[in-house]
């Protein structure tokens, strides 16, 4: 049986526009971050699936871009698929610190387990937002093999969950489902507003579209 989970980057907030790292700063979708999602609806470049099961990491822009693409459906907030915790370097830019020895260090470490000073590390920021994509990835299951149940017959109409998160916990995501298919995590980060589709088979990921 295919099913699908679909995962979202959130609309463009004005962090975005200047190139700042932040996480927890909760910051709002711009007007032109409004405008660009309902742009892209409009143009239905969104999978929507019916009877879906939808969550957010909670924070405000991840909960405006999931309502003016979906509605104001019931959903899961799910803490750990938040960005990455940038620490002493919250609202900052990569180039107004690239003098910073702390900042250089860490930029520098090839390991993964350097931690940003107040922060976290690049492996801790994966385990965590893998920890929250495997509470997804239960329901998920769960529901699939609901579905097999009730249906009698070994395809039934197909499961699909709906995410709608950050561009580094999709990198971690995307990453996690498809190893060996990208030189480096982030290579797999979707513009603001765009994201996957992945495709399950017996619980394991088996093919990716980007929208």
């Avoid at 299951?141 to 070994?154: F, P, T």
């Avoid at 990208?182 to 589709?197: A, L, Q, V």
């Amino acid at each position: 049986m295919i099913s699908r989970i679909h995962i979202i980057r959130h609309g463009i907030t004005a962090g975005n526009l200047k190139n700042l790292m932040y996480s927890n700063t909760d910051l709002p979708l711009l007007k032109m971050g409004v405008e660009e999602i309902a742009e892209l609806a409009a143009l239905n470049a969104y999978p929507i699936p019916e009877n879906a099961s939808y969550y957010t990491s909670g924070l405000l822009r991840t909960e405006q871009t999931l309502a003016l693409i979906h509605g104001e459906v019931e959903h899961e907030k799910i803490w750990d698929l938040r960005e990455m915790e940038f620490g002493k370097y919250e609202n900052r830019t990569f180039s107004e610190l690239n003098e910073d020895p702390e900042y250089i260090e860490w930029m520098s470490d090839e390991t993964g387990e350097a931690v940003i000073p107040g922060g976290e590390s690049i492996n801790g920021f994966k385990r965590r937002v893998i920890s929250g994509f495997e509470e997804v990835l239960t329901e998920h299951a769960a529901r699939v093999k609901d579905a097999l149940g009730d249906s009698g017959d070994d395809d039934p109409d197909g499961i699909d969950s709906v995410i709608v998160c950050h561009g580094g916990p999709i990198s971690a995501i995307l990453e996690y489902c498809f190893p060996d298919e990208k030189e480096h995590m982030f290579r797999w980060m979707p513009d603001p507003g765009h994201g996957y589709t992945i495709e399950f088979e017996d619980d394991k990921p088996v093919h990716h579209e980007k929208f």
